[in-house]
């Protein structure tokens, strides 16, 4: 059973690899999804998979960008039939 979570990522997240951090931890989970930079300066970010699965990457991307982020509001959301793969989107 996959398990979806949308994260939005507040603090000062734009312009230092974040995306690029997300979507590279991405490859080492058996996870999927997308991330993407919001006009209000915040990165939003959906990721989906198995529940132990989705909480490690997520755990491991909060320390990799520890220093960046100041809040980070989670919500399980409704799953993807059939995604593939784990993008930036513009």
């Given at each position: 059973m996959h398990f979806r979570t949308r994260v939005i990522y507040t603090g000062k997240v734009q312009g230092v690899?974040?995306?690029y951090t997300a979507r590279t931890?991405?490859?080492g989970y058996p996870v999927t999804g997308w991330v993407r930079n919001d006009p209000?300066?915040?990165v939003h970010l959906e990721v989906q998979g198995?529940?132990?699965s989705v909480r490690?990457?997520?755990d491991e991307l909060a320390q990799k960008m520890r220093m960046c982020i100041t809040n980070a509001e989670e919500q399980s959301i409704s799953s993807i039939p059939d995604e593939q793969g784990f993008s930036v989107k513009h």
């Open positions: 690899g974040f995306r931890l991405a490859t209000d300066g915040s198995m529940p132990d490690a990457y997520l």
